[in-house]
C-alpha cells in the first residue's frame, strides 16, 4: 500500500500551488467582500490550467485522469484552500467537482453532454439541493415532489441553504436536487435529478451569511418546474442512495478545502511565534504555544493521511467495486468529516490567540478562515454528529442509530 502522490500528481500539485499563490492568495480579501465575488480572471486561469476538469471525462470536455479523479481533485482543493481562506473560491470549485464526478457516473448521456462541458469551461456552475425548511440531515423527511407527465417530471416545493443560487442563475447551470416521487415508499421512493436554475417556476431568496463572503447562499421555491426526464441520475427510485455515494466525494473535497486552510493557518503561526518577542526570547520557546502547534500538525498529518486514503477508496471502488465495502467508505470518509472541520475551526483559533490582538483584527486573513469554516462545523454536507451517528452505525451497527 502507497499512499505517496505519483511524480504526475506532484506535478499538478506544484503547478496548482503556484498559480493559487500567485493569483489568488493576494486577492482573497477582495474575494471576501460581498459585492465582489470570485474574479473572472482567476476563473479563467483556473479553467485554463484544466482545474474544472478533473473529474469530468474528456469524452465531456474535462481533463480527468481515469482512476485517479478523487485524488486529484483533493489535491487542488486542497491548494485553491491554503489559497484562499474565506472558502469562498473553494467552496464553489470543490461543489463543480463534487457533483460533476456523480453526474459524469450517473447522468443520462444527454445531460451529460448538456452540462459538463459547460462545467469543465467554468462557465456553469453545477451545485447541490437537498435541504429543506424541515431540516437537512434527516433526507427521508424531505417535502418536495414531483410527478411524471407527458416524459417531464413537474416539481414543487422548496430548498434552502443552498450554496451557489446567485451563480447559477447568472452564470447558468443548476444544481443537483432531490425530491420524491412516491412518498409511500419512504427512502425508495426519491428520485435525484439536475434542475437548471434558470427554470420557468423557480424563484430564489438570498440569505446573508457570516462567512464566505465571495459566494452566495440561498433558497429556491419550486412551482411547477417541468424538467425533462433526461435529468435523472440512473433511475426514479433510485435519488437517495445516489444522492448518498454523492456526499461521499464531496464531504472529501470539503476535508481538503480544510486541511489546505488549517495548513496554511500553521504555516503563519509557526512563521508569527518565531519572529514576534515576548520576555525577551520568541513566542514558540514557550512551551504552552509550541507543544499546541505540535500536537495541531500531528492531527491535520494524520487527517490528511486517512483523507488521501478515502480519496484513493473512492476512486478503486468505481474502478472495482469488490475492491471495498460501501460501509467501509462510509465509514472512512465519516472520520474525515468528523475531524476536518473541528481541527481547522481550533488551528484559526489557535492562531488567532498567538497573534493576540492582530489575530482579531483583518490584518490577517484568520478570521476568514474561521468563519468560513463554521459552515462545515454547523452542517454543510453533514454536521459533526451526523458524521457520528454514520461511524457508530458502520462500527457498532444499526442498534447504534438513536432513530428508526
Known amino acids: 500500500m502507497d499512499f505517496r502522490l505519483t511524480?504526475?500528481?506532484?506535478?499538478?500539485?506544484?503547478?496548482?500551488?503556484?498559480?493559487?499563490?500567485k493569483n489568488i492568495a493576494p486577492r482573497s480579501r477582495e474575494i471576501d467582500q460581498k459585492a465582489q465575488g470570485i474574479p473572472e480572471e482567476i476563473m479563467q486561469g483556473m479553467v485554463d490550467l484544466g482545474l474544472f476538469g478533473v473529474t469530468i471525462p474528456e469524452e465531456y470536455g474535462g481533463t480527468a485522469n481515469p482512476g485517479e479523479e478523487l485524488v486529484y481533485a483533493m489535491i487542488a482543493v486542497h491548494e485553491i484552500g491554503r489559497a484562499e481562506l474565506s472558502m469562498s473560491l473553494p467552496v464553489y470549485y470543490l461543489l463543480n467537482l463534487g457533483w460533476s464526478y456523480l453526474l459524469a457516473r450517473y447522468g443520462t448521456e444527454e445531460t451529460k453532454r448538456e452540462v459538463l462541458p459547460h462545467v469543465a469551461k467554468g462557465e456553469w456552475f453545477l451545485g447541490i439541493a437537498t435541504t429543506e425548511p424541515s431540516g437537512g440531515s434527516d433526507l427521508a423527511n424531505l417535502k418536495t415532489?414531483?410527478?411524471?407527465?407527458?416524459g417531464k417530471y413537474v416539481i414543487n416545493g422548496e430548498k434552502i441553504f443552498v450554496s451557489g443560487v446567485?451563480?447559477?442563475?447568472?452564470?447558468?447551470?443548476?444544481?443537483?436536487t432531490l425530491?420524491?416521487?412516491?412518498?409511500?415508499?419512504?427512502?425508495?421512493?426519491?428520485?435525484?435529478?439536475?434542475?437548471?436554475?434558470?427554470?420557468?417556476?423557480?424563484?430564489?431568496?438570498?440569505?446573508?451569511?457570516?462567512?464566505?463572503?465571495?459566494?452566495?447562499?440561498?433558497?429556491m421555491a419550486y412551482k411547477n418546474v417541468e424538467i425533462p426526464e433526461r435529468y435523472v441520475l440512473d433511475k426514479e427510485g433510485r435519488g437517495f442512495y445516489i444522492n448518498m455515494e454523492g456526499f461521499n466525494a464531496a464531504r472529501i473535497l470539503v476535508c481538503a478545502a480544510c486541511t489546505g486552510g488549517a495548513e496554511r493557518a500553521l504555516e503563519i503561526?509557526?512563521?508569527?511565534?518565531?519572529?514576534?518577542?515576548?520576555?525577551?526570547q520568541p513566542l514558540a520557546k514557550f512551551e504552552g504555544i509550541s507543544f499546541e502547534i505540535a500536537d495541531d500538525y500531528a492531527k491535520l498529518q494524520m487527517l490528511m493521511n486517512q483523507l488521501t486514503k478515502s480519496a484513493w477508496m473512492i476512486d478503486q471502488y468505481y474502478q472495482d467495486p469488490t475492491s471495498f465495502t460501501r460501509k467501509e467508505i462510509n465509514a472512512n470518509v465519516a472520520i474525515c468529516k468528523l475531524t476536518a472541520p473541528l481541527l481547522?475551526?481550533?488551528?484559526a483559533k489557535h492562531a488567532m490567540m498567538y497573534h493576540g490582538a492582530l489575530g482579531y483584527s483583518k490584518e490577517t486573513p484568520l478570521e476568514m478562515l474561521m468563519r468560513g469554516v463554521m459552515s462545515y462545523v454547523v452542517g454543510a454536507e453533514g454536521g459533526a454528529n451526523i458524521m457520528r451517528i454514520i461511524i457508530g452505525r458502520e462500527f457498532i451497527g444499526d442498534v447504534s442509530i438513536p432513530y428508526k
Not at 506535478?11 to 496548482?16: G, I
Open 145 to 150: 415532489t414531483a410527478t411524471k407527465k407527458d
Open 166 to 176: 446567485s451563480e447559477a442563475t447568472k452564470r447558468g447551470g443548476g444544481h443537483l
Open 7 to 21: 511524480p504526475q500528481q506532484e506535478l499538478f500539485k506544484r503547478t496548482v500551488r503556484e498559480f493559487a499563490e
Open 269 to 280: 503561526s509557526a512563521e508569527y511565534t518565531k519572529q514576534r518577542v515576548l520576555f525577551g
Open 344 to 347: 481547522t475551526l481550533d488551528i
Open 179 to 219: 425530491f420524491k416521487t412516491a412518498p409511500e415508499l419512504g427512502n425508495k421512493g426519491m428520485t435525484f435529478a439536475y434542475v437548471p436554475t434558470q427554470s420557468a417556476g423557480i424563484t430564489t431568496t438570498l440569505f446573508d451569511d457570516m462567512g464566505r463572503m465571495g459566494l452566495s447562499t440561498g433558497g
